[in-house]
Each structure stands twice: as C-alpha cells, then as structure tokens.
C-alpha cells in the first residue's frame, strides 16, 4: 500500500467536530479555537524497542500513543479537542494501520478528540502525535504553583506499567499487562481538578521524579509517605514488598496525575474522587526547601532499594 492509500485510510475513520474548518486532505488543517480560551498544545513520540516492547500489539500502540499525550493535556486540565499523527513504518501493510487506528480512534472517541493532520514516512518504527486542547485563560494546571503547606495527592494507583516490565520475561501475559499497553489518561479528574489543584503533573517518568519537577518549578521541597502510596491488587499479589515499593515510587508510564492543593481542599478533593469512581490518595505535603525527600511509615529517609531500582533503570 502506497503513501496516499494509507492517507486515504486514516482520514475515512478520523472523527470529525464543528470546529474543524479543514481536517486531513490540504497541506495543512485549519482550525476554529473557542473565542476567549487558551490553547494547550503538547507531543510525544513512541519509539519501538523504547517507549514499547517489540511485538506490543498495533492496536495497543495506537492507544498508547494517543494516552500519553492525552495525559498531558489532563495534566494541565485541558479540554481535548484535535490532534496530529506522523507515523514513520518500516512497511505499511493495511492490516497494521486498521489495528492501530482501531486502538487510536477508540481512545480519541472516549474523548471527543479528532485526527486533523499528520504525516507518514518509511523508515524504522516510530508514531509521533501532537494533541491540541483548551483551558479557560489563567486556568490551567502547571508545574510551578505549589505552595508550602499543601497536600500532595496522586490518581489511581501506581507501579502497574513498571512491574509489567520488570515482569515481561517472565509472565509477558501478567493482567498488569494492560497497564503497560492500555495506561488511561486522566483527563475527567484534570479538568475537575481545574479550580482546586495549585500544581500537577502527569506521572510518566515515575512519581519521585515527576513530583520533582513540581517542587523545583513551584522553588518548594515535597515530602513523600512512600507507605500511602496506592497500590493495585494485581501489583500487590505479583511482587514482593521491596520490589513494588520501588517500583511505585521510581517506576514510569503510570500515566496518573500527581497534584498539590491547599488543606481545606480536602472534601472537594474526596467528592471528585467518589464522582469519577476514581482512588485519589494523599501521599505527601509541601515544605520549604527544595527536592523531594521519601519517608517511610516510621518517619525516616527512604531511598530505593538497589535491586529493584537497578531492574527498573535498565528496562
Ligand atoms: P504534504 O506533502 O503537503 O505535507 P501529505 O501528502 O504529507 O501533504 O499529507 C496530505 C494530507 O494528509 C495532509 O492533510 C496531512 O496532514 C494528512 N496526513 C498525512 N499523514 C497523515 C497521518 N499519518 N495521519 C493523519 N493525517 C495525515
Ligand atoms: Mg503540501
């Protein structure tokens, strides 16, 4: 299948929305951003091998691909609106872009979001994605706002995607599997979390980490109560404590969102997480200083054992 066969194949499924003047088929999309509103542009690329085992199903890469740019729209408490793709295949059999379409448009679907552009070259595998949102002016969630005294809440739960690797040559079938290939992105809780967060971020690289990137932004310290952090059941039952532990708080491609917001937030926090049907923990706070700084359950440094954050930092 040549080039523009393949073109003609994404643009028959992309999605459509009244603010698209032109989506796929001229050299470029014209757009119809909401008057008043800021746009929130954000890309990621996954490269095979890196971002994804050889041999992830098409399907489960064209989700994935979608998901963590989806998630960096939640992380700023954007509203989904048009993405791009580039996709660079070593041979573009149709069998593989309807199974990655399917994936990708089934994710975009969940999300009002819509295919307006891209591009598509030969070459080693690699699926490149830009994704477009809105926030209202002055609303969004960044980096830099967190203030000493505040809590420290991550989504969901975390180390699901790192014990799927940490398991994949053993149990590549693991049920934490689809948390490695299917992460969801967290985008109802970011928009709810509009006027309640002072910061955000989405977990990607791992929670230490990410939190980092908050606390050297906002010039505040984090402390983190590495016994509060939320654990699965799958997790749980599929390593041991050292190693999960670990994992949870060094591990990446969670995809969760780890926020800071003032104390009396606490309620209204708690009524977003029963509304989503969503686990939302406190798992720190903010302090003066500067980094991020784990605690265990009897109040002393914790740092990762070297096992297990060995396992992680080579896989
Ligand atoms: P040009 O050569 O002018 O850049 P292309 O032939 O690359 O145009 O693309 C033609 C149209 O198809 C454009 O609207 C482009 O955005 C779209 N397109 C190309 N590849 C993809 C893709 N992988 N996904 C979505 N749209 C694509
Ligand atoms: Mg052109």
Redesign the pocket.
């Known amino acids: 299948m040549g080039e523009f066969d393949l073109?003609a194949r994404?643009?028959a499924r992309?999605g459509s929305r009244d603010d698209i003047v032109l989506g796929?088929?001229?050299?470029?999309?014209l757009l119809a951003p909401p008057p008043g509103r800021q746009l929130v542009v954000t890309a990621d690329t996954l490269n095979e091998g890196v971002h994804f085992p050889h041999g992830t199903s098409p399907a489960d890469i064209g989700w994935k691909a979608l998901a963590v740019n989806l998630s960096d729209l939640a992380a700023m408490g954007a509203e989904p609106a048009w993405c791009?793709?580039?996709?660079s295949l070593p041979q573009s059999g149709t069998a593989w872009i309807d199974g990655f379409l399917d994936g990708f448009l089934t994710l975009a679907g969940e999300h009002g979001i819509a295919?307006v552009?891209?591009?598509?070259t030969r070459g080693p595998l690699s699926v490149s994605v830009t994704a477009m949102g809105f926030v209202d002016a002055g609303r969004a969630l960044r980096r830099d706002g967190a203030r000493i005294g505040d809590d420290v809440w991550v989504t969901g739960t975390l180390g699901d995607a790192a014990g799927a690797l940490a398991l994949l040559e053993t149990d590549p079938a693991h049920a934490l599997r689809a948390r490695l290939d299917r992460p969801t992105p967290r985008v109802r809780a970011g928009l709810e979390l509009g006027g309640l967060a002072n910061a955000c971020v989405d977990v990607s690289d791992g929670l230490l980490a990410d939190l980092g990137h908050i606390a050297s932004r906002s010039g505040v310290a984090a402390q983190v109560d590495v016994g509060a952090l939320p654990m699965s059941d799958a997790l749980r039952g599929a390593l041991d404590d050292t190693t999960r532990t670990a994992l949870q708080a060094g591990g990446g491609d969670d995809y969760e969102l780890c926020f800071t917001a003032p104390a009396d937030a606490h309620a209204r926090i708690d009524a977003v997480s029963s509304q989503l049907g969503l686990r939302i923990t406190r798992i720190g706070w903010i302090t003066a200083g500067e980094g991020v700084h784990p605690v265990d359950a009897d109040g002393q440094p914790w740092s990762p054992p070297r096992r297990g954050y060995d396992h992680f930092a080579t896989s």
């Open positions: 073109i994404i643009r992309a796929i088929g001229d050299d470029a999309a791009t793709l580039s996709l295919l552009g891209g591009d598509t």
